[in-house]
C-alpha cells in the first residue's frame, strides 16, 4: 500500500527593499539578465534546474506557449554563471498592483551545495525592487522543493505569509 506524503506550500513575501538581507558574490560566479528574449533558452533552464526537482508541467507545452510566456514583457530573465557554465537562474514576472513574483528559482544540479543560492536570491530580490514601481516581491516554495529552498527566503528576509497543506 503506497501513501502519497502531503506536500506543503509556502508562500513569502518582502513589503520593502531594506529587509533583504543580502549574502556577498561567491568568486567566479556571475549573474547576467538574458535581455534578448528567446523561449527555448527559458524552457532549457526550467528543464536543466527543475529536472531533481520534478519540474515537468511545462516540458509538453507546444512552442508557442512558451514563447507567450517567455517573450512577453512583464516576464524578465536573469543567468548566473560559473566559470562559463550555467548554475542557476531566476526568472521574475511583474503583475498587477506592483507586485513581481519570482516565477522560477533555482541552481543547476551540479552547483547545488556551493554556497551559490543565497547570493543568486539576493540578486532575484535587489532585480525585482529595481523593476519599475514594486511594492511587494514574492514567491512560494513547496516540500517538493530542495530542503534548504524555504531557509533561503527566509534567511535573505522574506516572511511567510501563507501555508497551505495539499
Known sequence: MSQHAAVTTHFLEMTAPNQLRGKPRPPALEVIEAELKEYRFN???YQL????????DKLALPDETWRQYAE????????????????????LEQQADGDVQIAYFGLAPRFVGMGFGGYLLTCALQSAWAW???RRVWVHTCT?????????????GMLVYRTEQE
Not at 534546474?49 to 515537468?56: D, S, Y
Open 43 to 45: 524552457r532549457y533552464l
Open 49 to 56: 534546474v527543475g529536472e531533481p526537482w520534478q519540474w515537468t
Open 72 to 91: 512577453r514583457e512583464q516576464l524578465r530573465t536573469w543567468v548566473a554563471y560559473h566559470r562559463g557554465a550555467i548554475a542557476g537562474y531566476y526568472e
Open 132 to 134: 519599475g514601481n514594486t
Open 144 to 156: 517538493l522543493d530542495h530542503p534548504g529552498a524555504l531557509h533561503n527566503y527566509r534567511a535573505r
